[in-house]
């Protein structure tokens, strides 16, 4: 659960022949592969101007590709200047000039004239998630697959194994 604080920057993915993530071919008991991916991709720059509280609806300059990106459930995070924090919304429905999200966020109050980082008119939208494709990898082998995920105040946090937990490649 986000709680207002440093937000998620990336994923750290890690993949191993080995349960317990070791064989490394440098022989330094580290993972066989390892790769960080973004937590989040711009579904728009300077977009979102305004955010009623009272509808949960954003006002945003998108277009259709945008409104594409945001199906139900998904979630994004819109920075605010007022209290200098991004928030985390979920999707409830969109258009290619709002978005409506659930009323289950820690935003407490609505915003007009909203601000990017940099003082400039609109906010960044950003969608959260991330894809990550593994190359390279022996036909008919057995890999471990795992993720953590990183911010910039706390580092790393715990690794999580994907489901299934492990995946014989085939051809």
């Not at 207002?4 to 993972?31: H, Q, Y």
């Not at 277009?63 to 819109?78: F, G, H, S, T």
């Not at 407490?108 to 494709?133: A, E, H, P, R, W």
Request: hydrophobic share 35%.
């Amino acid at each position: 659960q986000y709680d207002g604080g440093s937000p998620l920057n990336s994923f750290l993915v890690e993949w191993d022949p080995s349960p317990t993530f070791d064989s490394s071919i440098l022989g330094d008991r580290s993972a066989f592969g390892s790769a960080r991916t973004s937590a989040s991709s711009e579904v728009c720059v300077s977009c979102v101007t305004n955010f009623d509280l009272a509808t949960n609806t954003f006002s945003y300059t998108g277009d259709e590709v945008a409104a594409n990106l945001l199906q139900p459930q998904r979630r994004i995070m819109v920075y605010f200047h007022d209290d200098a924090k991004a928030y985390l919304f979920s999707v409830l429905s969109a258009t290619s000039s709002t978005i409506h999200v659930s009323n289950q966020h820690l935003r407490v109050s609505s915003l007009s004239n909203m601000l990017d980082l940099n003082n400039s008119i609109g906010s960044n939208l950003k969608l959260m998630g991330s894809t990550y494709i593994i190359d390279g990898l022996d036909t008919g082998g057995t890999y471990y697959v795992r993720v953590s995920s990183e911010n910039g105040v706390m580092g790393t946090g715990k690794f999580v194994s994907t489901m299934p937990p492990k995946r014989r490649l085939t051809g």
